[in-house]
């Protein structure tokens, strides 16, 4: 029995469909390859996140429209680094 369910990276096609775990597509997966973990083992780490609004932009207050601008500092971190693995061929 699995005591939880790790999403599967692919880059498309009809995967999710027999497969009983999540299927998450991605661009940035080449087609017929696929990443598997146990996505618990890693973490993501935010060092700063600033997020700027603003409609002052040549007509945006007219049309209704605000741009945004998000900046931030992350970093990624891998506990156990044979949790993941890279499938070829699928």
């Known amino acids: 029995m699995v005591a939880r369910v790790t999403p ?3 880059a498309g096609g009809s995967l ?3 497969l009983t775990v999540p299927v998450v597509p991605s661009a940035g997966v080449p087609e017929g390859t696929a990443l598997v973990g146990d996505f618990q083992q890693a973490a993501v780490w935010t060092r700063s996140l600033v997020v700027y609004f603003s409609a002052s932009h040549s007509d945006y207050l007219i049309r209704n429209l605000v741009a945004c601008l998000c900046e931030g500092r992350f970093a990624v971190g891998v506990f156990a680094p044979a949790a993941f693995a890279k499938i070829t061929g699928v």
């Open 16 to 18: 999710g469909e027999t």
């Open 8 to 10: 599967f990276i692919t």
